[in-house]
């Protein structure tokens, strides 16, 4: 019996070291510390490896799928058509399309960019439910349904967007989207009616799943309907101005004025409740309040100060923060102490491989392999790179931009050169990959980052 409890802890043990081993060679700690020569290496080596998968995302239609689609990418994500994936890979695609498709291949992606779209909004009904993903093996929408359509997450809201870009795309015609508008305003009222605060005006995730940046602290495992979301509120400020431009090419003016309307007043409610005086950045809120009741009698407790605020701001440094510059919310006042206090802080957010998708100083900073849910506390994502980049450049930060575009070009690029592929997502100290080999998707948005970087023409999201 010793002689067997020996045995296997010296197995264990050479087990051990021979899997570090393999890991270390994997993920070299390589230095992203380059020249700008080195710069232009790696975006001929990203355009060369990109280009060549020019229809990779692309899936027919069958089952669940009345229509073709753009699927993420990876042995993970083969044959699914998820929400703003799809929407931030078809911009990739486009610009991809502009470097290196003929017209017919732009002609012939039409029918699986606008397909992404369509076949969301097939899923749609009166209660504005659309489901986040959709697989060829979905049921029928009365079945695939939750039971309370209303206190469920759903599609985030970039539908809008991604329609009113493929809209400006097709010179403004709306019309292939026309008789599915109704499901498109049922699924951004449901939003407005339903996950909306009344005493802030923000809305909100109902719960923590399907948010897309999955383990968020301000959202992960809190109470369900308290997390008023920056990120979230970002995206759906966006999401209404997307609706009073495809009201406009549909011919519906009044329409058009009501959701331009309520973008204007989502606008300012952010500013209002996200903006922190304090650290000079945009934070998601605390809404998890006990509701203030007027007193029966003069003598109950707190009846002589009841509580001015109706929200709390949640100081916790997620990079989601800078979305308010991408989404043209944050003043010009604003934007300047992002970048200066938060931005350039290589303590908190600026990292050599580029942004951390969580501040370095908060104690839930954690960059180990995760898949479920996928980790968005301190490793770099290409997404988030490619959206603090896109409000550094809308904002005229062009030096910091420059930074930015080149960390990501010379992160992706070293991944292509020594693996072949990119990943999901990286350390982001040296830029090794953690996880998901093969990862496409927004990644991808690095050719977007290369054209602007040079001077070229690059293709932008509503």
Known sequence: MLRLKIY???YTFLTSAYVLAQNNAATPNVSLQDSGGDVKKYIKICRQFIHKELKGMYRKEGGAFKYPFLAPGSSQYQDQLWDWDSWLSNIALRQNLLESGSEKDKEEAIKYEQGSV??????????????IMINRGFKPRSEQMPKNSFGDNMHKPVLAQHAAFLTKLNNGDASWIGEKFYEMQTFVNNYLNHHRHKETGLVYWQTDHGIGVDNDPSTYFRPPASSGSIYLNCLMYKELLAMSYLAQRLNLGEISILYKRDAE??????REHCW???DGFYYSVDLNLLPYKKPELYWELHSGGPRSYDCLIQRIGVWSGFMAMWADVATPEHAKRIVEENLRNEKTFNAP?????LSKLEKMY???ASGNPSSWLGPVWGVSNYMVWKGLVKYGFVDDAKKLAEK????????????GALHEYYLPENGAPVLNKGFQNWNFLVLNMAAWLEGK???EEF
């Open 8 to 10: 296997l802890f010296v």
């Open 118 to 131: 369509l076949n969301f909004l097939n899923y749609g009904g009166f209660d504005g439910w659309i489901p």
């Open 265 to 270: 007043v989502l606008k300012e409610k952010i």
């Open 276 to 278: 922190d005086e304090k």
């Open 353 to 357: 491989a580029g942004i951390r998708t």
């Open 366 to 368: 954690n960059v180990k």
């Open 408 to 419: 990501s070009i010379i992160l992706f690029g070293k991944d292509f050169e020594r693996s």
């Open 457 to 459: 023409p690059f293709v």
